[in-house]
């Protein structure tokens, strides 16, 4: 008889894994790579940006409930394009060269701290229309952004040094524009901001045009996804701080609640609609992919929109604003309407069949704005035709996979 301890076999030490090297080529990655998540560092790069996107907010609620709105909305554009735009470019590159090496590492992290500076500066350009925060945050991030292309073209070769060189060269020479918003009088920043939004956009195209990156089609479908959830969430999160501090110094929760209720209806539904379908299959080419990019300005900026609507909403609703019911209202419809038109343009009318499903979200965002009229009503009111858009959605998705599961059956059968 054996003993137990000759029977079993004897432990070995585990191999130990492979340690990279601290700086590696920056070469771009496989399109179709298996298994391709977000990282951590994307992750933290998210978290930070929203903060910026939350100041933008801010400013958007003050100038609102102060009577500003045009300029208010005007500035929100501004800020908000610096950071959406900066965000784009990082995501889009990282999607085709994230090496995670330690020099790519840091300047990631570099660009964090740009965002940080321009998200400091935001006040200041609403409330006294300096924008040397915001542009000088900017240029962090953009020079940040020039560094991580010339070495992509530091290890690439014919097109593609080609492509990456173009990028550089074009971030770098719409620094020079970008400028105007510090050295031009103020009245002139908004063309300013006219002139170079095109310009920034036309970069890209310009760039990709003899060679596209091998950008991942389901790692940017989740990449816009996940920021889509933090803005939502930050949505919620402004809204929430808005109604508890006006039912706290005001105690006019009867008022609050229908703002509350419909404000979670309206971010539930923003949810649904987004995530209805995946994405990233429609997403096979350039051309689909820079409308679709480019088309999440508007559907974040609308989100964002929604939760300062809402805090405006709580303003009035408590007198702490002098804007009437319609305007506060209006606040929180026009940009929900915005959200369901931009979202069927860039997802759901890919998928819809038939004019039912097609009419769905357009019809709704329709039915928001009447919202608009039913005074302190308009809020509760839009977040229910934001969920009866959803339940017609889903209703009508389920009744025509029975019609096809029926007439496979009848065609098996027959």
């Known amino acids: 008889m054996t003993s137990s301890s000759a029977s079993e076999p004897t432990p070995t030490a585990p191999r130990p894994s492979r340690i990279p090297p601290p700086l590696r080529p920056l070469t771009a990655r496989a399109r179709h790579e ?3 998540v977000a990282s951590s560092l994307e992750l933290l790069f998210d978290l930070c940006f929203v903060v910026a996107v939350a100041q933008a907010g801010v400013g958007l609620v003050h100038a609102v409930a102060g009577g500003h709105a045009a300029q208010g909305i005007l500035n929100y554009a501004m800020a908000f394009f610096a950071i959406w735009w900066a965000w784009v470019n990082f995501s889009w590159f990282a999607s085709a060269y994230d090496n995670d090496d330690v020099l790519y590492r840091i300047v990631t992290l570099v660009q964090i701290a740009g965002v940080l500076v321009l998200a400091a500066g935001v006040s200041r350009a609403f409330e006294h229309r300096d924008f040397f925060l915001v542009w000088f945050g900017y240029v962090i991030m953009r020079l940040a952004m020039a560094t991580q292309w010339l070495r992509a ?38 063309w300013v901001f006219l002139v170079m939004v095109p310009l920034e956009l036309s970069v890209p195209v310009y760039a990709e045009k003899d060679y596209a990156t091998s950008w991942h089609p389901h790692h940017i479908a989740e990449r816009y996804g996940l920021f889509t959830i933090i803005v939502l969430g930050e949505t919620i999160a402004a809204a929430t ?25 309206i971010v539930f539904s923003a949810w649904w609609i987004y995530f209805a379908v995946p994405i990233h299959g429609h997403l096979r080419s350039s051309r689909e992919s820079f409308l679709w990019g480019y088309g999440h300005y508007l559907i974040l900026a ?57 009419l769905v979200l357009p019809s709704a965002a ?37 019609t096809l599961s029926g007439a496979t059956t009848a065609g098996g059968t027959a």
Do not use: N
């Open 34 to 36: 298996q298994h391709r």
């Open 153 to 190: 073209a530091r290890w690439s070769r014919d097109a593609e040094r080609r492509m990456a060189l173009r990028y550089t060269a074009g971030v770098l020479l719409c620094q020079v524009g970008w400028a105007g918003l510090v050295l031009l009088p103020v009245a002139d920043r908004p």
């Open 241 to 265: 701080v808005a109604v508890k501090s006006a039912a706290s110094e005001h105690h006019a929760l009867g008022e609050l609640l229908p703002i509350a209720a419909g404000g979670l209806l």
């Open 302 to 358: 609308s989100a964002a929109a929604i939760g300062a609507g809402l805090e405006v909403a709580v303003e009035q609703a408590v007198g702490t604003t002098p804007l009437s019911a319609l305007e506060a209202s209006a606040a929180v419809t026009l940009p929900t309407a915005l959200f369901l038109v931009t979202m069927w343009v860039l997802h759901a009318r890919h998928f819809k069949v038939g004019i039912a499903q097609q």
């Open 366 to 402: 329709l039915l928001v704005i009447c919202c608009t009229f039913l005074g302190d009503w308009a809020v509760l009111a839009a977040g229910i035709v934001s969920a009866l858009a959803v339940a017609a959605g889903v209703t009508l998705t389920a009744r025509r996979a029975a």
